[in-house]
């Protein structure tokens, strides 16, 4: 039996006959016409007006926050069960993260445990859907509305996913993508930002190009950054896009299989909800908690999984648990134990869009033979 990874992107599209229309044209650097046509039909899928393709999703976010211009002492509430590209340009600008816990139903932020966290100094909310069931927006929303506050929305999971019919990626002041190979859509490496006021639109774009202006290049106002998208990058990402349906479809048809697969089971893991009254999930991946009674971290299982050639990786880890913040003497005197319980326990299995039945069968029997020894 041969390996199973954890992520396989699919590639079968058109992904080569634009690859080919890259080289034959020349047009590889930035400069190409797929850059907007994927920028394009980003904006299409979320219904934003504008769009700007960037080289990965960190530094989607880092825009975000600079665009929005999230300063020295601003306050910007977050989760703290996300990942590190979250908090980095936050940290950097001088701003401070006020991190929220989890729901351990949802997986996504507390949404009930913002309000509280709101004092004069907060600039913004952070909201990141986590791993296939987006955060509960209309809370959000209105407590943007309430106390003048920025929203950005990192829609790096949810290609294709909706929040009461309307897309993921539509929320909010600005929203991001990733383009990594395990998210719904893939580039390689790729990001991108999208927004409907045209002030922030033309902020993004001079960020991403060093801030070059008219009407002398090579003299600058303002400091930016090379975050360019190939067109090479965004010739896959077409070619990709072209097939979200049928993406988001395969990803909820391997979840709904290894619900099944896996119901006997419960008694030793918590599962990822199948659907809430906003979503269906769209299992970006397939998450296993293990019941924390039963004192078994995920790493362990982890260890015995990949003796059974099965590849695994573990949940996010918390924000404040994070040694190079903690050294920083930030976060001392946290308590999230939701997140905390999910960063012990929680890993996720085999689930990219290259996934077979068959494969998730034989993960389906590698879990059963491990359990079995791990739990008694
Ligand atoms: C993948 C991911 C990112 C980062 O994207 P990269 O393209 O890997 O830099 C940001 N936020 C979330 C929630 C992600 O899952």
């Not at 351990?104 to 909310?125: G, P």
């Amino acid at each position: 039996m041969e390996f199973i990874p954890v992520n396989e992107p699919l590639l079968n599209g058109n992904e080569k006959k634009y690859l080919n229309e890259c080289i034959d044209t020349g047009w590889i650097s930035s400069e190409g016409p797929f850059v907007s046509e994927f920028e394009k039909r980003m904006a299409l899928l979320t219904n934003r007006k504008y769009a700007v393709a960037v080289a990965n999703g960190t530094l989607a976010i880092d825009m975000a926050i600079t665009a929005l211009d999230i300063q020295e002492g601003d306050e910007v509430i977050m989760p703290t069960f996300t990942i590190i590209s979250c908090i980095t340009q936050i940290i950097r600008v001088g701003a401070i993260p006020v991190l929220v816990d989890s729901d351990l139903a949802t997986w996504n932020m507390k949404v009930d445990e913002i309000e509280s966290k709101i004092n004069s100094r907060t600039k913004a909310i952070m909201a990141v859907h986590i791993y296939g069931l987006p955060v509960d927006m209309n809370p959000i929303l209105n407590l943007a509305k309430k106390y003048n506050l920025k929203i950005i929305e990192d829609a790096a999971e949810m290609h294709g996913q909706t929040y009461y019919n309307n897309p993921c990626g539509s929320f909010g002041d600005i929203s991001i993508f990733s383009f990594y190979p395990n998210k719904h859509i893939t580039t390689g490496e790729g990001g991108m930002v999208l927004m409907n006021d045209k002030t922030l639109f033309d902020k993004c774009q001079s960020l991403r190009n060093l801030c070059f202006q008219p009407p002398r290049r090579f003299i600058h106002h303002e400091i930016g950054w090379n975050m360019r998208m190939t067109n090479l990058q965004a010739a896959l990402g077409v070619a990709q896009i072209e097939r979200i349906e049928y993406f988001v479809n395969k990803k909820r048809s391997i979840g709904k299989l290894y619900n099944q697969l896996l119901a006997d089971l419960s008694e030793y893991f918590i599962f990822p909800k199948t659907e809430l009254e906003y979503a269906q999930n769209i299992y970006w991946v397939y998450g296993l908690i293990i019941k924390p009674k039963f004192n078994i971290s995920a790493i362990k299982m982890m260890e015995e999984l990949n003796k059974e050639k099965i590849g695994t990786r573990p949940f996010f880890y918390p924000m404040h648990l994070q040694p190079v913040l903690k050294n920083k003497g930030m976060f001392k005197n946290e308590n999230l134990p939701n997140s905390e319980l999910m960063g012990e326990y929680g890993f996720y299995i085999p689930s990219g869009l290259a996934l077979t039945e068959q494969q998730q069968q034989q993960v389906s029997v590698a879990i059963h033979k491990v359990s079995k020894i791990l739990f008694n």
